[in-house]
């Protein structure tokens, strides 16, 4: 054997044996450069190539399966031929296709068998309506005896594991395909969970990746696509997202082919579009008079002369479609649990041009704070949560989160758990939000969740809502009743009245039992709200104060916020007990630098730091531990003050004996210490002192 000859690759011979079990197993399958069907051919012709350019993705074999229940589950097959090269890992056990800076990770992708297959079914989670999808990577080698030798890898990708891909099992044939081993397979795949760790790591991984992704759409679009209004910007986003998301089975998703940059009356670019996204509204049952607002706010954007004019054989409104299709097609698809619109409103309040007090106004919660928002609520499964200034919902969000995930831990019938989780989403959540741009965004949002859209209302909650929504009954009918309220999470306008306390007190007086949990400005607890502060004490505890960092909205506002809690339903007496809470230190360090890939970091304790402040609220001093004596007090307010909310631990200044002891003894130490120094310095001088030279 001579040393230094390059192994020779074995994939022909890999492909061969494989593509021998598919057809032994009768499967009709693809290779190559053969069709599947157009959807998928689309999407692997548009998706980023494994070696990171446009289009050329080709996986070695491709087939769609059908199971048990009727759905088709997309199966993509990668093979290589060296030893070593089936699958890639990083740190945490996961298939290594994204780098460090959440850049995907060419050389993995394009080295391993696995990486490859788990990169094509990525394409198909961002093109198509594909939601579950087979990554199946094999590599062989010749062992000294010539005998060929492989391994299979065998991953699930779908919206559940947000794309990443979990390992099924072990297998060392193809067989687990056949028509009498696939439901087992496909239950096995379908009963694959993540740890709540292991989840909160990808949605973190992932939101890094929108953030970066809304960047880079902000700047192109900002910079290269020039007359779009300040409004048109957002409509043309919000309508892109509704015309591909689809409707399974009756709205096939808007792809960019659709689009035929024509100008014929009735089949611009624009009047696809609208098409899309009417049919789309329509099988999403919104209420009548809410699908026609949306369509007339988008129409005059989407459809208007100059976004449909054709240049160089392409209308505007094509080529931004596209820039939003590739750039975010993927995080809208997989469904995040996360408020993606409120990230989008955040990256692109540049575009909308409001003044600095306006934007005060609708500066997005960070989703951590939402979170403690809505546990200081005490939101469950059960609870009724509404937000009377809703933004981009981004609160309603964190509530859903929240009641879905409670349903899940508490409920053991699947039957009755889907029941449960279909009425959160339709009747549970309340949102009001009076900017109509703004509450494109918390419709939008809220269909991305998995609906619960029906209840947001484009209204004035101060001086147009009675308190009561649409719901309707199991025969179809509609009627308005009371909205049963017994949460409400609010970070209301700071520049409405009483610093957005007349938001507090209106929502407040139309529940009669339950918790409120509220970020606002620190002046609204301190002299800015007495008159209202006061009414809402008449039939309202004021539970705790708690004073968020100065920094919280760093980049976005500058003001100091507390975060004030409620028990609804009962009066504010003078010796009720109110929790104050400092927590000016929340373990996260923030920074503002614009081409920072991270800007918020744990770096002490700050998921721990706030549980800990949710559990002081509820349970008192006991449960202290990261926070001090100092950072929590338990004290009282006057109801009939209105301007004493945001209270400290008091400090005892009274000089006692031990303090005077602890001075002078300090005082005494130090003086010694100088009068040794100064011995030593002159004993120094004296040894060095040069003697007299005789001539």
Not at 210 to 220: A, G, H, K, P
Request: hydrophobic share 35%; glycine share 8%.
């Amino acid at each position: 054997m001579s040393f230094g000859m390059k192994v020779k690759s074995v994939e022909p011979s890999v492909a061969d044996l494989a593509n021998g079990w598919l057809k032994s197993c009768r499967l009709d399958y693809k290779l190559e450069h053969e069709s599947l069907n157009h959807e998928i051919d689309m999407a692997l012709e548009e998706y980023h190539s494994k070696n990171g350019g446009a289009g050329g993705n080709r996986p070695d074999a491709k087939l769609l399966l059908q199971g048990q229940d009727m759905k088709m589950y997309p199966v993509l097959i990668e093979y290589k031929g060296y030893r070593g090269k089936l699958v890639k890992m990083d740190a945490r056990g996961q298939v290594e296709n994204w780098t460090s800076k959440n850049e995907p990770h060419y050389k993995n992708i394009n080295s391993y068998a696995v990486n490859g297959a788990v990169h094509y079914a990525n394409a198909l989670l961002h093109y198509t309506g594909y939601t579950d999808i087979f990554a199946v990577g094999m590599t062989g080698w010749r062992d000294v005896t010539g005998e060929l030798q492989y391994e299979l890898g065998v991953y699930y990708v779908s919206k559940s594991n947000l794309g990443i891909g979990q390992q099924v099992g072990k297998y060392t044939d193809f067989s687990f395909l056949k028509e009498e081993n696939r439901n087992e397979f496909l239950a096995q795949a379908r009963s694959l969970l993540l740890s709540e760790d292991e989840l909160a790591a990808l949605k973190a991984q992932r939101e890094q990746e929108i953030n970066e992704s809304l960047v880079r759409l902000n700047n192109d679009i900002y910079q290269n696509e020039k007359g779009l209004g300040q409004d048109d910007r957002v409509y043309l986003v919000v309508a892109s997202i509704m015309a591909t998301l689809g409707v399974p089975g009756k709205v096939a998703p808007l792809e960019k082919g659709h689009l035929h940059s024509s100008s014929e009356k009735g089949y611009t670019d624009g009047d696809i579009m609208m098409r899309k996204v009417e049919n789309f509204l329509d099988e999403r049952r919104l209420p009548e008079d809410k699908k026609a607002s949306i369509l007339r706010i988008l129409r005059n954007t989407i459809t208007s002369a100059n976004i449909n004019k054709v240049a160089n054989g392409e209308t505007q409104l094509k080529r931004v479609f596209a820039k939003i299709v590739d750039d975010l097609g993927i995080y809208y698809k997989i469904g995040l649990t996360t408020d993606f619109t409120g990230k989008l409103f955040n990256e692109m309040y540049n575009w909308l041009g409001f003044t600095q007090d306006t934007l005060n106004d609708v500066v997005l919660t960070p989703p951590y704070v939402a979170q403690l928002l809505v546990k200081l609520a005490r939101v469950n499964r059960d609870s009724y949560v509404w937000d009377n200034a809703a933004g981009s919902a981004g609160l309603l969000v964190a509530a859903m989160n929240e009641m879905l995930y409670d349903a899940r831990q508490t409920i053991q019938s699947p039957e009755e758990l889907h029941q449960k989780e279909a009425a959160i989403r339709a009747n549970q959540l309340l949102g009001l939000e009076i900017l109509p741009n703004i509450y494109m965004l918390a419709v939008l949002n809220l269909i991305l969740m998995g609906d619960g859209s029906s209840h947001i209302l484009n209204q004035d909650s101060l001086k147009d809502f009675d308190g009561r929504y649409a719901l309707e009954s199991e025969n179809g009918q509609v009627r308005q009743v009371p909205f049963p309220a017994d949460a409400f999470v609010l970070n209301p306008p700071y520049s409405a009245d009483g610093n957005g306390m007349a938001f507090v007190q209106s929502a407040l007086e139309k529940m009669n039992k339950g918790y409120a949990a509220v970020i606002i400005q620190n002046s609204a607890g301190s002299g800015r709200a007495v008159s209202y502060n006061k009414a809402i004490l008449q039939r309202n505890t004021l539970l705790a104060s708690i004073k968020m960092p100065m920094d919280l909205f760093l980049g976005k506002s500058s003001v100091q916020t507390y975060i004030y809690v409620f028990r609804v339903g009962e009066r504010h007496e003078k010796d009720s007990v109110v929790k104050f809470i400092d927590f000016s230190q929340d373990g996260y360090t923030r920074t503002n630098r614009k081409k920072a890939k991270i800007n918020l970091r744990d770096t002490d304790h700050a998921k721990e730091r706030y549980e800990e402040v949710v559990n002081l609220v509820k349970f008192g001093r006991k449960k202290l531990h990261f926070l001090t004596n100092e950072e929590y007090y338990e004290g009282a307010i006057d109801p009939q003050n209105g301007a004493d909310w945001n209270q400290t631990a008091p400090r005892d200044r009274r000089p006692y004996l031990e303090d005077f002891k602890k001075t002078v003894t300090d005082y005494l130490a130090w003086e010694v210490s100088n009068i040794l120094k100064r011995g030593a310095k002159e004993d120094s001088l004296g040894k060095t002192m040069p003697h007299s030279q005789e001539c």
